[in-house]
């Protein structure tokens, strides 16, 4: 009897976890703040215990639909009220400006000397006189503006004018074609089997992506063989 009940309790549990992943939203680990991170650890946690609790699986439910519930609120507070995100998450600290280094914005932030020049390397600034202001994000990352005369070169200040490039759409993915893009496109499939003769391929099978910008630049990658590789078609 134990058994069937276990499994509704950990279908229940990974449909309820799904659900307050899609209400509080997708980011990515690195785009975290500290609190977000021990709220996903911590809801998780009770998800696991929820599905493993045989008599009263509704308690964990209960906490995990607050925890989920709360930290929505949160994130509708700090989008309609801009002044609570200092509170909610934290403020950029200034750790390093015109070649001065702030101590007391290092113990802010708490972070130490040796701790700073790291992710200053990780930033790829191996010398500090390159760095024109340092913050440190509250995410945790730190963002980096370097001095002007040793920063890369930009098209602009070489007065070029290069071509914008477009972003392209997929309108064939593993032999099928995506007839929605196509037509989002402005697009037929009598054309994309035009584009595909010219190319010699019989069918869009024998294509493994292709992809196409707004000025109908298609790029192919025709499946090679049965190998575990695909070439691009000219």
Not at 92 to 106: A, C, F, Q, S, T
Not at 136 to 146: A, C, D, Q, S, V
């Given at each position: 009897?134990?058994?069937?009940?276990?499994?509704?309790?950990?279908?229940?549990?990974?449909?309820?976890?799904?659900?307050?992943?899609?209400?509080?939203?997708?980011?990515?680990?690195?785009?975290?703040?500290?609190?977000?991170?021990?709220?996903g650890?911590?809801?998780?946690?009770?998800?696991?215990?929820?599905?493993?609790?045989?008599?009263?699986?509704?308690k964990?439910?209960?906490?995990?639909?607050?925890?989920?519930?709360?930290?929505?609120?949160?994130?509708v507070?700090?989008?309609?009220?801009?002044?609570?995100?200092r509170?909610?998450?934290?403020?950029?600290?200034?750790?390093?400006?015109?070649?001065?280094?702030?101590?007391?914005?290092l113990?802010?932030?708490?972070?130490?000397?040796?701790?700073?020049?790291?992710?200053?390397?990780?930033?790829?600034?191996?010398?500090?006189?390159?760095?024109?202001?340092?913050?440190?994000?509250?995410?945790?990352?730190?963002?980096?503006?370097?001095?002007?005369?040793?920063?890369?070169?930009?098209?602009?200040?070489?007065?070029l004018?290069?071509?914008?490039?477009?972003?392209?759409?997929?309108?064939?993915?593993?032999?099928?074609?995506?007839?929605?893009?196509?037509?989002?496109?402005g697009?037929?499939?009598?054309?994309?089997?035009?584009?595909?003769?010219?190319?010699?391929?019989?069918?869009?099978?024998?294509?493994?992506?292709?992809?196409?910008?707004?000025?109908?630049?298609?790029?192919?990658?025709?499946?090679?063989?049965?190998?575990?590789?695909?070439?691009p078609?000219?």
């Amino acid at each position: 009897m134990s058994f069937p009940i276990l499994c509704l309790n950990t279908l229940g549990s990974f449909a309820a976890l799904f659900l307050a992943a899609k209400l509080i939203g997708h980011k990515q680990i690195a785009q975290l703040d500290f609190f977000d991170y021990i709220t996903g650890i911590t809801i998780g946690s009770i998800a696991a215990e929820m599905a493993t609790e045989l008599k009263e699986p509704w308690k964990p439910l209960t906490a995990m639909l607050l925890y989920g519930g709360i930290t929505l609120l949160l994130s509708v507070v700090a989008n309609k009220f801009p002044r609570t995100r200092r509170y909610l998450y934290g403020a950029p600290v200034i750790l390093m400006d015109r070649g001065k280094l702030y101590r007391e914005n290092l113990k802010k932030a708490k972070l130490d000397l040796n701790e700073f020049i790291v992710l200053c390397r990780q930033q790829g600034y191996f010398d500090l006189t390159a760095i024109q202001t340092a913050v440190f994000e509250y995410n945790g990352k730190l963002t980096i503006l370097p001095v002007s005369t040793r920063r890369p070169a930009t098209p602009e200040d070489m007065a070029l004018t290069p071509e914008q490039e477009l972003l392209f759409t997929e309108l064939i993915m593993d032999g099928r074609i995506l007839e929605k893009n196509l037509k989002g496109m402005g697009l037929d499939q009598t054309w994309l089997e035009k584009q595909l003769k010219q190319r010699n391929i019989r069918s869009a099978k024998e294509v493994f992506l292709a992809v196409c910008d707004k000025n109908k630049n298609l790029v192919l990658y025709q499946n090679s063989g049965g190998k575990d590789t695909a070439g691009p078609v000219k």
